[in-house]
C-alpha cells in the first residue's frame, strides 16, 4: 500500500507540472469511481498532501482528494489519446498531457468537494514529530506501539513498512504497549521517524509490488529495508534472526534479539 514517501513523492513530481493547468476532459473508466463533475474548464492551483490523500486544489474553491488505497498509483502521459495503461481507472486530460489512475485492485478513491476547513491530523512526521506530544496521547493506551504509529487518526502516513522500519531504528519490540515506553524511547522513535520517511521520499518511495512514481519508475527505498520482509535472513545490526509475527492482521517483521 503507498504510504507517506510514495504520496509526498507523488505530490513533488506533480507540484512541478499541474499548477495552473486547465483540466480539459475527464474519463471516467471504471464506474465504481463514480461520477465526477464540475471541473472541466477548471484550472489547478496546488497540489497537496494530508496523510495518505493527495490533494489537488482547483479553482473555484474546490479540491479534489484522492486515497490510492492498496494498489493504486498515478501515471503522467504526454498526449491525451489511448491505449492507456493496463488497469487504467480515471484519465485526466491536461494542456501538458493526462494524469491516469492505475488500480488493479480497484479500491482507490477520487472524490471532489469544497475547500475543508477540517483540523489537520495530530502529527505530520515529515513536519518533525514532537516526543512529548506522542508521549502525551499514548500515556493511556495499552495497544502496541506498531499499532499506535499505524493510527491515522493520531499520525499521518504510516502504514505497515515504515513503522517496521522506526521500531528496527528506535531498538523498540514492536509488541510493546505504548503507555510503557520511557521518555528517551519516544525520542528515539521521533527522530526515526523524520529519518526514515525522509529518506523514503529521497528514494521516491518503496517498490515491494506494484508501486511506480508519476514517471512509472520504481523507488529505491527497498534497498535500504532493514527488517520489512527479511524474515529468517540475519540481523544486520546484531547478527540476530528476523522474525515474522502477525499484528491487527498485518505482517510485523523485527529483530527479537535488538529490538527491546
Not at 493527495?54 to 490510492?68: K, M, N, P, R, V
Not at 520489512?228 to 491487527?248: L, N, V
Request: net charge positive; charged share 25%; proline share 6%.
Amino acid at each position: 500500500m503507498p504510504e507517506l514517501p510514495e504520496v509526498e513523492t507523488l505530490c513533488r513530481q506533480l507540484k512541478t507540472i499541474l499548477p495552473g493547468e486547465e483540466i480539459l476532459r475527464i474519463e471516467i473508466l471504471d464506474a465504481r469511481l463514480g461520477t465526477i463533475e464540475g471541473l472541466v474548464g477548471r484550472r489547478v492551483e496546488a497540489v497537496k498532501r494530508r496523510g495518505k490523500f493527495l490533494q489537488i486544489c482547483i479553482s473555484g474553491g474546490l479540491t479534489a482528494e484522492l486515497h490510492l488505497r492498496m494498489s493504486g498509483r498515478l501515471f503522467w502521459q504526454k498526449g491525451g489519446v489511448p491505449p492507456f495503461p493496463s488497469y487504467s481507472r480515471l484519465v485526466i486530460a491536461f494542456p501538458a498531457g493526462t494524469l491516469i489512475l492505475i488500480d488493479p485492485r480497484r479500491f482507490a478513491t477520487f472524490t471532489v468537494q469544497p475547500v475543508s476547513s477540517a483540523p489537520a491530523l495530530v502529527e505530520d512526521p515529515l513536519g518533525g514529530l514532537s516526543a512529548r506530544r506522542l508521549r502525551e496521547i499514548a500515556r493511556t493506551r495499552r495497544r502496541p506501539v506498531k499499532s499506535f504509529l499505524m493510527d491515522q487518526r493520531l499520525i499521518a502516513g504510516i502504514g505497515n513498512i515504515y513503522a517496521c522500519e522506526i521500531l528496527f531504528a528506535a531498538g523498540i519490540d514492536p509488541r510493546r504497549p505504548s503507555s510503557g515506553l520511557s521518555p528517551a524511547e519516544w525520542r528515539k522513535v521521533a527522530k526515526m521517524s523524520v529519518a526514515i520517511l525522509e529518506r523514503a521520499v529521497a528514494c521516491r518511495g518503496t517498490t515491494v509490488s506494484d508501486w511506480r512514481d508519476l514517471f512509472g519508475c520504481s523507488g529505491t527505498n527497498q534497498d535500504h529495508l532493514a527488517v520489512y520482509a527479511r524474515q529468517g535472513e540475519i540481523c544486520r545490526r546484531c547478527g540476530g534472526k528476523i522474525e515474522r509475527i502477525t499484528q491487527g492482521g498485518r505482517g510485523t517483521w523485527f529483530c527479537p534479539s535488538c529490538q527491546q
